[in-house]
C-alpha cells in the first residue's frame, strides 16, 4: 500500500438479498486525483457511492480512509474525516435559506456550546459571523451570494445541484463524492460547471470521484474513468481508451452495435 | 462579555418588570381571570416546548404530559418533604419569605432536570426510531409514567398530592414562559438549531454533512422535557393538588393541538395557539350557562376542524412575528 494513496477500496461487495448489486469493487484514489465513475443505469454507482460514505455496509470487502478502515463507521463520522457527497436525487434542506444550508454543514466551525447558544455569548457572535463569512464565501465560487435569503427549495434545478455541492464543500472535505452533478442541467450551465469541478480541486486541495452520464462532461475532465456494469468493473483507463473500448461500447449501446460496426 | 451584556439586558429588564407588575396584577384582576392567565403561562412553555420535538426537529412526541407530571411530582414531593430546608440551613429572621420564593426556584428547577432526565433516558432508545413509532413509544411513556404516580403511595396514589404551598404566581410563571421563549428563539437559530432543523429537513443530508441526528434529537428532546418539567412544577405549586387524572393522555393531546395549531416550527404560533385553547373553552361559557347544554366541546372541536382544513399549515406557518416586523428589524436574524 502506497503512501500517496488516499482512498484504497478493497473488493467491496454489496448484496440485496440475491442480488449482487456491486461484486468485488476496486479502486485507488491518489491525492489530487479527479476520477470518473460511469456506467450504464442500474450499474451499481450510487451504492458504491453509498458504500464509500457510510450509507451502506458492504456484504464484504474494506475500504481504507489513510490507511485506516470506514467500516462500520456511520455516515456522520465519515463525513467527519473528510469525505461529503452530493445526492443524485437532491437532498437539499428545502424549506431553510441556501445560507443555513450551508451553515448547517459548516457546524464544525460553529462548535459553541447550549449555554453560549441561550446566553448569545461572544463566542457564539464571533463563531457565526465567522462561519457566515467562510459561507458566503464559498457560495461566490458558485455566482450565488446574491441568492442567500432564498428558499433552498425555490432554486432553478441547476443552482440546487450547486448548492449541494457547496454544502459538501462547507464540511471542508478532502475527497469529495458528486453523483450526476450535471444531471438536468443545460448544456451551458454543464460547460461552466465543469470548470468549476476542475478550478475547486485545486483551490481546496481535492480529491474527486465523480458519478456521471453525460460522456463530454467526463471525458473533458477526468483523468482516469472506472467503468462499472451489473455491478462489475469491465474497465478501466484514460478516458480516450475507455472510449474505443469495445466492452464500454457493449454495455452501453449493446453487442449488436460493434457486429454493425465490424 | 459586550455582546452578552448587549443581548441579555433588555431580558433581564423584562423579567424585573414582570416582578413588578405582580402586586398590579393580582390587585387589578379578579380571581377567575388570573387563574385562567396562569394557565394560558403555562401552556405557553409547554406548547413552545413541545415546538422544539415536533415542530423544529420533525419528530413527533405525544408524550408531553408524562414529562411534566415527572417535572410536578418531583418538585412538589421536594417541596412537601422539606418544607424549608434553606430556612432550616440559615436560620433566617425576617428574609423567610424571600428564602422560600428561592426554595421555590431551586424545587422547580429540580423538576425540571429530573424531568430531562427522564426525557433522556426515554429518548436516547427511542428517536432511533421513526414517526409513527415514536408516537407510540412516547405516548406509551406518558401512560407509564401515570400508572407509577397512581399506585406510588408515597406521593398520593389515587388520592393525588394536596397541601402543596401555593407559591407560584404571576411572577413566577411569567418569568419561566419568557425563559422558555427566550432559550428555544435563541436555540433554533444557532449552530443547534439548525441541526435541528436539518433533522426535521432531511435526516441522510443532515447525516451527510455530519450531523449526528440522534444526537441532536435527544438534545432536542432533553430541552423540551426539560420546560415541561418546568410547566408541571409550576402547576403544582399553582394549583397546590396534584392528581395523576391531570397528566392523561389528553393532556399531551392538548399540546400536540396546540403545537399543531399554532403552526409546527413557529414560536409565535405556539403563544398564540396555547392562548386560543385555554381562552376558548371559559369564553365559551356563558353559552353554556345561556342554553343550559354544553356546546363549548362541540364549538371548540368544529373551530379545530375549520381551521385545520382552510390552514393546514397552522395558524402561523413557520413564521414568527419578527417576520412581521423585519420592517423595524435593523440586525441580521442570526443574532438574536
Same mark, same amino acid.
Given at each position: 500500500?502506497?503512501?500517496?494513496?488516499?482512498?484504497?477500496?478493497?473488493?467491496?461487495?454489496?448484496?440485496?438479498?440475491?442480488?449482487?448489486?456491486?461484486?468485488? %469493487?476496486?479502486?485507488?484514489?491518489?491525492?489530487?486525483?479527479?476520477?470518473?465513475?460511469?456506467?450504464?443505469?442500474?450499474?451499481?454507482?450510487?451504492?458504491?457511492?453509498?458504500?464509500?460514505?457510510?450509507?451502506?455496509?458492504?456484504?464484504?470487502?474494506?475500504?481504507? %480512509?489513510?490507511?485506516?478502515?470506514?467500516?462500520?463507521?456511520?455516515?456522520?463520522?465519515?463525513?467527519?474525516?473528510?469525505?461529503?457527497?452530493?445526492?443524485?436525487?437532491?437532498?437539499?434542506?428545502?424549506?431553510?435559506?441556501?445560507?443555513?444550508?450551508?451553515?448547517?454543514?459548516?457546524?464544525?466551525?460553529?462548535?459553541?456550546?447550549?449555554?453560549?447558544?441561550?446566553?448569545?455569548?461572544?463566542?457564539?457572535?464571533?463563531?457565526?459571523?465567522?462561519?457566515?463569512?467562510?459561507?458566503?464565501?464559498?457560495?461566490?465560487?458558485?455566482?450565488?451570494?446574491?441568492?442567500?435569503?432564498?428558499?433552498?427549495?425555490?432554486?432553478?434545478?441547476?443552482?440546487?445541484?450547486?448548492?449541494?455541492?457547496?454544502?459538501?464543500?462547507?464540511?471542508?472535505?478532502?475527497?469529495? %463524492?458528486?453523483?450526476?452533478?450535471?444531471?438536468?442541467?443545460?448544456?451551458?450551465?454543464?460547460?461552466?460547471?465543469?470548470?468549476?469541478?476542475?478550478?475547486?480541486?485545486?483551490? %481546496?486541495?481535492?480529491?474527486?470521484?465523480?458519478?456521471?452520464?453525460?460522456?463530454?462532461?467526463?471525458?473533458?475532465?477526468?483523468?482516469?474513468?472506472?467503468?462499472?456494469?451489473?455491478? /462489475?468493473?469491465?474497465?478501466?483507463?484514460?478516458?480516450?481508451?475507455?472510449?474505443?473500448?469495445?466492452?464500454?461500447?457493449?454495455?452501453?449501446?449493446?453487442?449488436? /452495435?460493434?457486429?454493425?460496426?465490424? | 462579555?459586550?455582546?452578552?451584556?448587549?443581548?441579555?439586558?433588555?431580558?433581564?429588564?423584562?423579567?424585573?418588570?414582570?416582578?413588578?407588575?405582580?402586586?398590579?396584577?393580582?390587585?387589578?384582576?379578579?380571581?377567575?381571570?388570573?387563574?385562567?392567565?396562569?394557565?394560558?403561562?403555562?401552556?405557553?412553555?409547554?406548547?413552545?416546548?413541545?415546538?422544539?420535538?415536533?415542530?423544529?426537529?420533525?419528530?413527533?412526541?405525544?408524550?408531553?404530559?408524562?414529562?411534566?407530571?415527572?417535572?410536578?411530582?418531583?418538585?412538589?414531593?421536594?417541596?412537601?418533604?422539606?418544607?424549608?430546608?434553606?430556612?432550616?440551613?440559615?436560620?433566617?429572621?425576617?428574609?423567610?419569605?424571600?428564602?422560600?420564593?428561592?426554595?421555590?426556584?431551586?424545587?422547580?428547577?429540580?423538576?425540571?432536570?429530573?424531568?430531562?432526565?427522564?426525557?433522556?433516558?426515554?429518548?436516547? *432508545?427511542?428517536?432511533?426510531?421513526?414517526?409513527?413509532?415514536?408516537?407510540?413509544?412516547?405516548?406509551?411513556? @406518558?401512560?407509564?409514567?401515570?400508572?407509577?404516580?397512581?399506585?406510588? &403511595?408515597?406521593?398520593?396514589?389515587?388520592?393525588?398530592?394536596?397541601?402543596?404551598?401555593?407559591?407560584?404566581?404571576?411572577?413566577?410563571?411569567?418569568?419561566?414562559?419568557?425563559?422558555?421563549?427566550?432559550?428555544?428563539?435563541?436555540?433554533?437559530?444557532?449552530?443547534?438549531?439548525?441541526?435541528?432543523?436539518?433533522?426535521?429537513?432531511?435526516?441522510?443530508?443532515? &447525516?451527510?454533512?455530519?450531523?449526528?441526528?440522534?444526537?441532536?434529537?435527544?438534545?432536542?428532546?432533553?430541552?423540551?422535557?426539560?420546560?415541561?418539567?418546568?410547566? @408541571?412544577?409550576?402547576?403544582?405549586?399553582?394549583?397546590?393538588?396534584?392528581? *395523576?387524572?391531570?397528566?392523561?393522555?389528553?393532556?399531551?393531546?392538548?399540546?400536540?393541538?396546540?403545537?399543531?395549531?399554532?403552526?409546527?416550527?413557529?414560536?409565535?404560533?405556539?403563544?398564540?395557539?396555547?392562548?386560543?385553547?385555554?381562552?376558548?373553552?371559559?369564553?365559551?361559557?356563558?353559552?353554556?350557562?345561556?342554553?343550559?347544554?354544553?356546546?363549548?366541546?362541540?364549538?371548540?372541536?368544529?373551530?379545530?376542524?375549520?381551521?385545520?382544513?382552510?390552514?393546514?399549515?397552522?395558524?402561523?406557518?413557520?413564521? &414568527?412575528?419578527?417576520?412581521?416586523?423585519?420592517?423595524?428589524?435593523?440586525?441580521?436574524?442570526?443574532?438574536?
Amino acid at each position: 500500500m502506497s503512501e500517496k494513496c488516499l482512498l484504497d477500496v478493497q473488493d467491496i461487495t454489496m448484496k440485496f438479498g440475491g442480488l449482487c448489486a456491486v461484486n468485488k %469493487f476496486k479502486l485507488q484514489l491518489k491525492k489530487g486525483e479527479l476520477v470518473g465513475l460511469i456506467g450504464p443505469n442500474g450499474a451499481g454507482k450510487t451504492t458504491v457511492f453509498n458504500m464509500l460514505t457510510g450509507v451502506y455496509r458492504p456484504t464484504s470487502g474494506d475500504i481504507l %480512509f489513510q490507511n485506516e478502515s470506514l467500516l462500520g463507521l456511520k455516515p456522520f463520522d465519515i463525513n467527519s474525516l473528510g469525505l461529503a457527497r452530493t445526492f443524485q436525487n437532491i437532498r437539499l434542506f428545502k424549506s431553510l435559506s441556501v445560507l443555513d444550508n450551508v451553515l448547517v454543514a459548516s457546524h464544525r466551525k460553529t462548535a459553541y456550546g447550549l449555554m453560549d447558544s441561550i446566553l448569545v455569548t461572544d463566542t457564539r457572535c464571533e463563531l457565526e459571523d465567522k462561519a457566515r463569512a467562510d459561507a458566503i464565501e464559498l457560495l461566490k465560487i458558485f455566482n450565488m451570494e446574491n441568492l442567500i435569503d432564498e428558499q433552498a427549495g425555490s432554486l432553478s434545478y441547476g443552482k440546487q445541484r450547486c448548492l449541494e455541492i457547496v454544502r459538501a464543500l462547507a464540511t471542508k472535505p478532502q475527497i469529495l %463524492f458528486l453523483d450526476e452533478p450535471a444531471a438536468g442541467m443545460n448544456s451551458t450551465e454543464k460547460v461552466t460547471l465543469m470548470k468549476i469541478i476542475d478550478s475547486i480541486r485545486d483551490k %481546496f486541495d481535492l480529491t474527486i470521484l465523480l458519478i456521471e452520464h453525460d460522456m463530454k462532461l467526463v471525458m473533458g475532465i477526468c483523468e482516469r474513468i472506472v467503468v462499472l456494469d451489473h455491478g /462489475v468493473i469491465i474497465s478501466q483507463g484514460a478516458p480516450q481508451d475507455i472510449q474505443n473500448d469495445p466492452k464500454v461500447i457493449e454495455a452501453y449501446l449493446g453487442a449488436s /452495435v460493434l457486429e454493425a460496426h465490424s | 462579555m459586550k455582546q452578552l451584556i448587549k443581548a441579555n439586558l433588555i431580558p433581564v429588564g423584562i423579567i424585573i418588570l414582570f416582578g413588578i407588575l405582580t402586586p398590579v396584577f393580582e390587585s387589578a384582576l379578579d380571581a377567575y381571570v388570573q387563574t385562567i392567565f396562569i394557565y394560558c403561562l403555562i401552556n405557553v412553555v409547554l406548547s413552545v416546548s413541545l415546538n422544539l420535538v415536533n415542530g423544529f426537529t420533525g419528530q413527533f412526541s405525544i408524550g408531553h404530559a408524562g414529562f411534566m407530571a415527572v417535572g410536578a411530582y418531583a418538585s412538589a414531593y421536594v417541596t412537601m418533604t422539606y418544607p424549608s430546608y434553606l430556612g432550616g440551613v440559615m436560620g433566617a429572621g425576617g428574609a423567610e419569605g424571600i428564602l422560600l420564593q428561592i426554595q421555590f426556584f431551586i424545587n422547580v428547577l429540580l423538576g425540571g432536570f429530573v424531568a430531562a432526565f427522564a426525557g433522556w433516558a426515554v429518548g436516547l *432508545p427511542s428517536l432511533k426510531l421513526k414517526g409513527d413509532y415514536l408516537a407510540i413509544v412516547t405516548l406509551g411513556f @406518558g401512560e407509564i409514567i401515570r400508572v407509577i404516580l397512581l399506585n406510588t &403511595e408515597a406521593v398520593g396514589g389515587a388520592r393525588g398530592m394536596y397541601g402543596i404551598p401555593k407559591i407560584a404566581n404571576f411572577f413566577w410563571v411569567s418569568s419561566w414562559a419568557f425563559i422558555c421563549i427566550l432559550v428555544v428563539w435563541r436555540l433554533v437559530r444557532s449552530t443547534h438549531g439548525r441541526g435541528f432543523l436539518s433533522v426535521r429537513e432531511d435526516e441522510i443530508a443532515a &447525516e451527510s454533512v455530519g450531523i449526528n441526528t440522534t444526537q441532536f434529537k435527544t438534545k432536542a428532546f432533553v430541552i423540551s422535557s426539560f420546560f415541561a418539567g418546568i410547566a @408541571g412544577g409550576l402547576f403544582a405549586h399553582y394549583l397546590a393538588y396534584l392528581n *395523576p387524572s391531570s397528566f392523561t393522555f389528553m393532556k399531551s393531546f392538548d399540546v400536540v393541538v396546540m403545537v399543531v395549531l399554532g403552526g409546527m416550527g413557529s414560536i409565535t404560533g405556539s403563544v398564540i395557539s396555547a392562548v386560543i385553547i385555554t381562552v376558548l373553552p371559559e369564553a365559551l361559557r356563558p353559552l353554556q350557562e345561556l342554553t343550559q347544554i354544553d356546546f363549548r366541546m362541540v364549538i371548540y372541536s368544529l373551530a379545530l376542524v375549520v381551521l385545520m382544513l382552510t390552514r393546514p399549515q397552522g395558524l402561523m406557518g413557520t413564521k &414568527e412575528i419578527s417576520d412581521y416586523l423585519k420592517f423595524f428589524k435593523k440586525r441580521g436574524s442570526s443574532n438574536v
